[in-house]
């Protein structure tokens, strides 16, 4: 290779590393180059690794005691924002919480609301004639134990920062523990650090809080940004947990650290929930940093998570009311060279039910944490914006505003507005995080390895393909971590280290070195860091791969623009839950990959005299270099494809069998299982290409996107010990056999897998065709009719009473009634999302 191949160029364009060493903090010029001969200016991390007490006992005593006696920036005095960690502030806190008039109403509205049930349940006697005082005396009596309640909530949810001392040791602590496994450190932008300390220097003025709205892949997520904050000298954000980590001593570390916990489902508990409001009221209100996870939970497939809007909510609720005049929305994309959770999240995925956090495994997680290799950490800041000002420009697009926008939340009207609001700010916040996201080397190396026709692929081979697919992110406004001047295949090496032979094996004993794919489903969580990227150009490809497939001449693989353009929009309405789209709209964001596609000489496109696309088909580039790039864009989206057809497959078993008279309710979970191993059992015959297909998460994605189109209908109990229970609208369900009872392959739901599996990847351990078709039918009807018995009679106890009822409640029928016409509304009202 020249020496212009064999350079990995930082991103043009993109802002430099920050260096800070010592006390000091450096702006590392993009595109340095390190001097020769010496180490001086060296590309250093955020974090640096620390002094070993065994190689260099008298520098690790030195740098304990800076920290214990709080030298400089350690000493954590003087930050930017609110002060934190100081004797009190817990109680200051507690008080605020306690007194807001929010709260406050609450207590008096549920004391008087029980005063009433005990006068209806005769409990209190009206023509008593003490009936005034009583009464009075009872709801005193009443709004004295909520209160305490309220008091011991408060005390169990709120963060602790009492302490500069325990700050100081806990940054040590888990600075020493973090880069210790991810050797390379912690990097940042220099200049979106010193954008976001001139937006903190503001915010504190105005006392106005920072909401931090990070992605989430792992529990270091939170743990970088604290320390980021701490180094920087920002006040360190409270951070909002679910209770499922508050085990004890774990549990409390991190309370005094900055998380909130937060119970995870609040039910119908009025008290919990508006206390959790009054929380976040006076965090924002008095200018505290906030943060919290915009997907909810770890995504444990790579790519971003829909958004939740649970905290959203609460926080759109107190600009709504005026309570709180604004607050900064800062997101943040955090990316690593490898997840430390990643096996963990494999068993999980392919169906092994979640394991508890506990402090033995917390502890051994730690213990092994010292031991990794995991490269590095990049945190991505975007712009921080305005959320009033957001909320005004959305209000602003209403025909009208609905009265009772920050009060009534039981008005329809009221309701779909905010959810409205909630759902473009949700997906605009997903939006910023992937613009700032930085691709890494093992990214761009987990995704060239799964992206193969071969069974793997040389060296030089590899270095090749990654450094185009380096070129095309970029090209895309993509980021690619800085690494100085180092060669390409320095960074192949050092992501081929940290991704290790588990993930990536390599065959000796060859003409050269061949690398492939070990763990599949395990280094598809890197290839989903890089598919948001390309998810236009790889629908665009699987919609002519339709064609494609079918072979013959060119012009019989060619496609016409409204047949392309018809199936680019199914397979976008259908991805709509998996991926963040453009909301340009599907004419401009189609014209646009076209043309894109036809620059890199992918694709021909055939235009007519006024200059309109009438055929698109390969280009012969494209066709001379084997169809590498246009293959790399089917391999990308495949797997969900796969994912998504056989879910919809999985659907049909839940048509009731011709001798089932009652109308029977399945629960969700065990309908997903079911898919799961329906999944499974077709990979291992060959008639699914992609194990990544029985992803436990995308199936889940997609049984989501069934029940908002009303293909199936879900519902949830009020008593939490029901779960949700699944069934597949009438009008999808397939026909049977009046003489076998066996299912049929007709119908619309037929019609919808058809029109997806035209779009699957064939190969040479598959074709789709008759007896496919029946072999599959006859393994999701053997788990359909599985399913059924065990609703009627599995779910029995001794006496003969369904633990979870297969029949719906009357009161349970109305609700699903209102929902179903609500869900319709709401459809015809938005539309379905355009590509």
């Known amino acids: 290779m020249s020496k212009k191949d064999d350079t990995f160029d930082p991103a043009s364009g993109s802002a430099p590393d920050l260096q800070i060493l010592g006390d000091e903090i450096t702006l590392q010029p993009s595109g340095y180059v390190e001097p020769q001969g010496g180490a001086e200016g060296k590309e250093q991390a955020l974090m640096h690794q620390f002094a070993s007490f065994r190689s260099e006992p008298l520098q690790f005593l030195r740098e304990v005691s800076l920290y214990v006696s709080g030298q400089g920036w350690r000493a954590y005095d003087r930050v930017v924002g609110q002060p934190v960690f100081y004797p009190g502030f817990s109680e200051n806190m507690k008080s605020m919480v306690l007194s807001a008039p929010l709260l406050q109403q609450r207590i008096s509205q549920l004391a008087e609301n029980r005063v009433t049930v005990e006068e209806k349940e005769g409990l209190l006697n009206k023509n008593d004639k003490d009936y005034a005082i009583k009464r009075t005396q009872r709801r005193s009596v009443l709004e004295s134990s909520l209160q305490e309640v309220a008091e011991k909530l408060t005390d169990d949810m709120i963060c602790k920062m009492e302490s500069k001392t325990f700050i100081r040791g806990a940054y040590y602590l888990v600075t020493q523990l973090l880069t210790r496994a991810y050797h390379q450190g912690i990097h940042v932008s220099s200049e979106e650090v010193l954008r976001l300390r001139k937006v903190a220097d503001i915010a504190a003025k105005k006392k106005q809080s920072i909401v931090f709205l990070p992605s989430h892949r792992s529990h270091v997520d939170y743990v970088s940004l604290q320390l980021i904050c701490y180094r920087l000298g920002l006040t360190l954000p409270v951070v909002v947990a679910g209770d499922n980590l508050n085990f004890p001593l774990v549990g409390s570390f991190l309370q005094h650290a900055g998380a909130m916990w937060i119970r995870r489902s609040f039910g119908d508990d009025a008290l919990y929930t508006t206390l959790v409001q009054s929380y976040i009221d006076t965090l924002l209100q008095e200018g505290y940093n906030f943060e919290c996870f915009i997907e909810g939970g770890r995504s444990r497939t790579g790519k971003l998570l829909p958004p939740k809007f649970g905290i959203l909510s609460f926080i759109l609720d107190s600009i709504l009311s005026g309570r709180v005049e604004d607050t900064i929305i800062c997101p943040v994309s955090t990316q690593y060279d490898k997840v430390i959770e990643t096996e963990g999240y494999v068993t999980e995925l392919l169906g092994v039910p979640k394991k508890k956090e506990n402090l033995a495994d917390f502890l051994s997680g730690g213990s092994s944490v010292l031991s990794l290799k995991l490269g590095r950490v990049d945190v991505r800041f975007h712009e921080p914006w305005s959320l009033r000002k957001f909320i005004d420009d959305q209000l602003t697009r209403l025909p009208r505003i609905p009265p009772g926008l920050d009060t009534d939340h039981r008005n329809p009207e009221v309701r779909a507005v905010r959810e409205k609001i909630l759902r473009t700010m949700g997906y605009k916040v997903l939006g910023d995080i992937n613009a700032v996201s930085v691709v890494m080397p093992t990214a761009l190396i987990g995704t060239v390895l799964l992206t193969l026709r071969g069974r793997g692929v040389g060296k030089q081979e590899l270095m090749r393909r990654v450094e185009w697919l380096t070129e095309r992110v970029r090209a895309k406004g993509g980021r690619v971590a800085h690494f100085g001047s180092a060669p390409l295949s320095e960074i192949v090496n050092r992501g081929l280290e940290v991704l290790g032979k588990d993930l990536v094996g390599v065959v000796d004993g060859l003409a050269e070195p061949t690398y492939y794919a070990v763990d599949r489903f395990q280094l598809s969580f890197y290839r989903n860091m890089t598919i948001h990227l390309f998810i236009y150009e790889a629908l665009v490809s699987v919609a002519m791969y339709t064609k494609v497939k079918q072979g013959g001449g060119r012009?019989?693989?060619?496609?016409?623009?409204?047949?392309?353009?018809?199936?680019?929009?199914?397979?976008?309405?259908?991805?709509?839950?998996e991926f963040i789209f453009s909301a340009a709209g599907l004419e401009t964001n189609l014209e646009t990959t076209l043309r894109g596609l036809e620059n890199d000489h992918v694709v021909r496109l055939d235009r007519d005299p006024e200059g309109n696309f009438t055929t698109i088909g390969l280009s012969d580039q494209e066709r001379k270099a084997g169809r590498e790039n246009y293959d790399f864009y089917c391999f990308l989206i495949w797997p969900f494809i796969e994912a998504s057809w056989l879910a919809a497959v999985s659907l049909m078993g839940l048509t009731p069998p011709l001798e089932e008279k009652e109308d029977i309710w399945i629960e969700q979970t065990k309908a997903q299982n079911s898919a799961q191993m329906l999944g499974k059992t077709l990979y291992h015959q060959g008639d699914l290409s992609y194990f990544e297909a029985v992803n436990k998460e995308t199936l889940k994605n997609s049984?989501?996107?069934?029940?908002?189109?009303?293909?199936?209908?879900?519902?949830?109990?009020?008593?939490?010990?029901?779960?949700?229970?699944?069934?597949?609208?009438?009008?999808?369900?397939?026909?049977?056999?009046?003489?076998?009872?066996?299912?049929?392959?007709?119908?619309?739901?037929?019609?919808f897998t058809e029109k997806m599996a035209s779009a699957r990847r064939e190969g040479k351990n598959r074709r789709d065709g008759a007896t496919v078709s029946s072999r599959v039918l006859r393994l999701t009807d053997e788990l359909g009719r599985k399913l059924f018995v065990d609703a009627v009679e599995g779910g029995k106890d001794d006496k003969g009473k369904g633990k979870v009822p297969s029949v719906l409640s009357r009161e349970e029928k109305e609700t699903l009634r209102r929902s179903v016409k609500d869900a319709r509304r709401r459809r015809k009202a938005e539309g379905r999302p355009n590509l």
């Open 703 to 751: 049984y989501t996107r069934f029940e908002q189109d009303q293909i199936v209908h879900v519902v949830k109990s009020k008593d939490p010990k029901i779960p949700p229970r699944i069934q597949l609208d009438p009008a999808w369900r397939p026909s049977r056999d009046p003489e076998t009872g066996a299912l049929r392959p007709d119908g619309k739901l037929w019609d």
């Open 555 to 577: 012009a019989m693989q060619d496609i016409s623009y409204k047949e392309l353009r018809d199936h680019v929009f199914f397979l976008s309405s259908l991805f709509r839950g």
